[in-house]
Every structure is written in structure tokens, then in C-alpha cells.
């Protein structure tokens, strides 16, 4: 089978064998996969990452201990858990002192035609949702687990920087809730895409002012953080979505004075991310840039480089380029 790998910001082809299943694992054939900025951040360094990237994906299983997930489509949590420390019994697996992550901490990932993954990680796909939307599952449970983690009020001004594919699904997600969201971000035709929900965009003020209670952080910048500060009320709420793979500068100062509380946030529940997409209330097909057969992933992650893309997908044996 072919994979791909990235090593000292390279992206190639190899060729390697298909993996074995251990016992409670599934093999999953990939259907298609997404590259994300977490993938993008891992070619440039991240974590000193070297082999094959990726966690966005809807597979195929093609043997497994369970019956009922033959066959099945299935999209996958990232997180691979020891099941047995105090985290894991706490329902927090994602914080598992041993735990691997899919593509990126000691764990294969998903940019190969064949790959596997703990049964119990994997939800199947609905029927009514294709592909290319189950596709975004897991980002769109991380923007989800903002709802978990803190209590929005409904008709509460949130401000959202950033206008990437983790932002424009963050304000769906807190539009669709109920909050008052105020989209900040520098491209004219991905905010459109927020607009068309009704969502207020804007480009970053010059002078910024303190004026929201909820500033989500999801620039890819280091220097995103820094602005949500600036436009963070006195005893408002920071949650924290950007990973990147440099160090930021922040006044701590400010925050202490004032009193604000920064919340870090990742992964997400995938069940409300389903039902979202089951139910057709969130859009994510418009957020897709180009398609690229899995052969040619180098020009894939050129292409997600690109300035103004957003999701570019990885489809084995899949067509020639085609823009979304």
C-alpha cells in the first residue's frame, strides 16, 4: 500500500506494508481524509514529527473483533487511551498520561490507504451524511467542545478570530446555540461563507476594544492570542483553540488585572458533531478547496498551504484535481 510521510518538512510517497490488527483494533480502509492545520504545523516542525500524519477521515472497515462494524463507514476519535489510570476511569482518556494521538503522538496515521485504530474509537457514519461532510467530524466536535467546557448564554456577543476551517465552524456551532457571534478575520470569501448563516464578520480592528464576555482564539497565529486579550472584557472568558508549534508572547499582567480566565480546548465529543451534520445544520461542504488522489499528497499539502484554502482532501485512487 502507499502512505504518506512526512520528515524535515517534506511530504512524500512510500510504499509499505498493510498493518496488522491487534486484538480490539479495526482495519479501516480510508474513503477520504482531510488535511488540517495541526497536519500543515507537523510538516513544519511540531512536536519533531516524522511519519505519516493525519486524523481527519472517513474509512471503510475491512476486519474487526465486532461484526456490526464490518463493512460499516466509520469516522474515528484520535485520542488512543490505556482504559485503566485515574484519567481513563474519569471519562478523560484524552488526558491518559500514555495515551497515544492518531497522527501525531506515537500512532500511525490515517494518510494511507489501509491503517488502524481502536474499535472503540470508531462511530459509524449515518447513511444521510456523505463522505466529504463526515469528513469534518472531528474538527467539528472540537468546536463543539467549546459548549462543553463553558456556559455561553444564548444572545451573549462571542467574538470568533480567525476565518479558517476551525473558526468558520466554531461560529456555526455558537450561532446554531444561540450566541451572538462576530466573526474576525482577513478573507473576504471565507467570512461570505459565515455571512451566508447569518454570522457578522469583519476584518481584526486596528485598535481593538474590550468589549466581549467570550473570545474564541482560533487564528493559527501566534499573534491571535495576544489580540483576543485586547478585545476581552474585564472577567470575560479566552478559550484557546490554536496549536502551534512556536512559543507566545503574552502579557500576563493584563490578564491577571483583569481578571480573565483562558481556557485551553481541543478535542470534542463526536456524537453532537454527528447528529449537527445528520440534521443538516451546520455547512461544510463549502469549506471544500480541492480533492487529491492520496498519490499525489505532496501537491496536496502545497495546495493547503495555499494562501485562502481551507480543506483540502486526501481520496485514494480519487479523480484528478477538482476544485469544491
Given amino acids: 500500500m502507499i502512505a504518506v510521510h512526512l520528515e524535515r518538512g517534506q511530504a512524500s510517497i512510500r510504499r509499505r506494508s498493510r498493518p ?3 486484538v480490539g483494533f479495526a482495519l479501516i480502509r480510508l474513503v477520504c481524509a482531510g488535511i488540517c492545520n495541526t497536519d500543515l504545523e507537523l510538516q513544519r516542525g511540531y512536536h519533531n514529527f516524522s511519519g505519516t500524519p493525519g486524523h481527519e477521515f472517513v474509512g471503510e472497515v475491512v476486519t474487526a473483533d465486532t461484526p456490526r462494524l464490518l463493512g460499516r463507514r466509520v469516522v474515528g476519535e484520535i485520542n488512543l487511551a490505556c482504559g485503566k489510570c485515574a484519567w481513563c476511569e474519569r471519562g478523560l482518556g484524552r488526558h491518559c498520561p500514555g495515551h497515544k494521538v492518531l497522527g501525531i503522538v506515537r500512532q500511525p496515521g490515517v494518510f494511507a490507504e489501509y491503517f488502524v485504530l481502536p474499535e472503540c474509537n470508531l462511530h ?6 456523505p463522505s466529504e461532510c463526515a ?16 456556559c455561553i448564554p444564548r444572545g451573549a456577543p462571542a467574538a470568533v478570530l480567525g476565518d479558517g476551517k476551525l473558526g468558520l465552524l466554531v461560529a456555526q456551532v455558537l450561532q446554531l446555540h444561540g450566541a451572538e457571534v462576530h466573526l474576525y478575520g482577513h478573507h473576504q470569501e471565507r467570512m461570505r461563507l459565515a455571512e451566508a448563516a447569518g454570522i457578522r464578520t469583519a476584518l481584526p480592528p486596528a485598535k481593538p476594544r474590550a468589549i466581549y464576555e467570550w473570545v474564541v482564539e482560533a487564528t493559527g497565529s501566534p499573534d491571535g492570542l495576544q489580540l483576543a486579550t485586547r478585545m476581552a472584557r474585564p472577567r470575560s472568558t479566552i478559550v484557546m483553540k490554536s496549536t502551534i508549534h512556536v512559543p507566545v508572547t503574552l502579557d500576563s499582567a493584563y490578564l491577571i488585572v483583569n481578571e ?4 485551553g480546548s481541543r478535542c470534542g465529543r463526536f456524537k453532537p458533531a454527528l447528529r449537527l451534520l445528520q440534521d443538516g445544520k451546520v455547512h461544510v461542504s463549502e469549506m471544500i478547496s480541492a480533492r487529491v488522489p492520496l498519490a499525489e499528497a505532496p501537491r496536496a499539502f502545497d495546495l493547503a498551504r495555499a494562501k485562502g484554502s481551507l480543506k483540502v482532501l486526501l481520496i485514494p485512487d480519487g479523480p484528478a484535481d477538482e476544485r469544491g
Fill in 260 to 263: 480573565i480566565t483562558l481556557v
Fill in 20 to 22: 496488522r490488527r491487534p
Fill in 124 to 129: 459509524p457514519v449515518p447513511d444521510s451524511i
Fill in 135 to 150: 469528513v469534518f467530524v472531528e474538527p467539528l466536535a472540537a468546536a463543539c467542545e467549546i459548549l462543553d467546557q463553558v
